[in-house]
């Protein structure tokens, strides 16, 4: 399957407001930054929770501890090419137990990806409650979940691949729309 490039979505600083936004709307829900806690959803979850923890930190002076997850276990959809998932192990340098899990995803889509991650958060312990952040929503959800925080809600087709670089992976920072061809 090819991927042809159709649109960029986002550029660098669309990217920087749109995250600037989830970190305000994130202090403001919780009503400061008390027992919050980011969890980023390997592998472009991650560097986008430490971009929002560095803006809570410039908005708080409070940097709120990051952890990494790894929801591969966790998949309902695995393909039978893949029963035996390679999974490393998730790095959260903190408790769930009572805190505020913020998990943080660049693209939301059927709602798999973040059930897994609500499964793998319980996994670890029980806390105060779970919020969801993503940087772009483009529909198509297969189960009832909805992100508390949403840089940008993109309508699509189930031909059409959201792509999100981030400079750690792709020297860049924007968001794409391809095609599949």
């Known amino acids: 399957m090819q991927l042809t490039v159709k649109a960029e979505l986002m550029d660098e600083a669309a990217v920087r407001r749109a995250l600037t936004r989830i970190s305000h709307e994130i202090v403001e829900k919780n009503k400061g930054t008390r027992d919050i806690v980011l969890v980023g959803v390997r592998r472009r979850g991650m560097p986008l929770s ?10 708080e002076g409070v940097l709120p501890p990051c952890g990494e997850l790894d929801i ?3 998949r309902d959809d695995i393909s039978p090419e893949h029963k035996d998932p390679t999974v490393t192990p998730s790095t959260l340098p903190f408790d ?3 805190k505020r899990v913020i998990i ?5 889509f059927t709602g798999r990806t973040a059930r897994a991650a609500i499964e793998a958060i319980f996994a670890m312990g029980r806390p105060r409650c779970i919020q969801l952040a993503v940087l772009i929503d483009r529909g198509h959800r297969e189960l009832p979940i909805r992100a508390d925080y ?6 699509t087709s189930k031909s059409e691949v959201i792509s999100v670089h981030v400079p750690e992976y792709d020297g ?10």
């Open 96 to 98: 769930v137990a009572d």
């Open 172 to 181: 860049e920072l924007c968001v794409k729309l391809l095609q599949k061809e």
């Open 72 to 74: 591969k276990f966790y």
């Open 50 to 59: 430490r971009m929002i923890a560095e803006n809570i930190n410039n908005i």
């Open 150 to 155: 949403v840089g940008k809600n993109v309508p």
């Open 104 to 108: 943080v995803d660049d693209v939301m």
